[in-house]
């Protein structure tokens, strides 16, 4: 079992930074894919970047966000820059069991965490 815990999140304007982070309990974190999400009010939820051996962004994040581990600290991090109103969303961290070059960007994870909002304003 995982237990994972975001924070974090908060209100920025547009085109500031927000660094967010994801402590996980358990003592094979390093062993776990990482990935962080979002959901938008009304929109389904959607995989925004993931790490395991390699990285994985989706197209409109890609140049802007970038996602790192500290497996000695069992924590997962996604810097933002440059954000936008459309990345206003709860932010999710979730963990899958087992390791891939290219992490996968679907939503079949095995633990989540509770969620952090996001705000850009305009």
């Known amino acids: 079992q995982v237990q994972l815990v975001e924070s974090g999140g908060g209100l920025v304007q547009a085109g500031g930074s927000l660094r967010l982070s994801c402590a996980a309990s358990?003592?094979?974190?390093?062993?776990?894919?990482m990935g962080w999400f979002r959901q938008a009010p009304g929109k389904e939820r959607e995989a925004v970047a993931a790490?395991?051996?390699?990285?994985n962004y989706a197209d409109s994040v890609k140049g802007r966000f970038t996602i790192s581990r500290d497996n000695a600290k069992n924590t997962v991090y996604l810097q933002m820059n440059s954000l936008k109103p459309e990345d206003t969303a709860v932010y999710y961290c979730?963990?899958?069991?087992?390791?891939?070059?290219?992490?996968?960007?679907?939503?079949?994870?095995?633990?989540w965490g509770q969620g952090t909002q996001v705000t850009v304003s305009s």
């Open positions: 979730a963990a899958k069991t087992g390791l891939k070059t290219v992490p996968t960007m679907t939503l079949d994870y095995n633990y």
């Open positions: 790490i395991s051996w390699g990285e």
């Open positions: 358990g003592r094979t974190f390093s062993s776990y894919t």
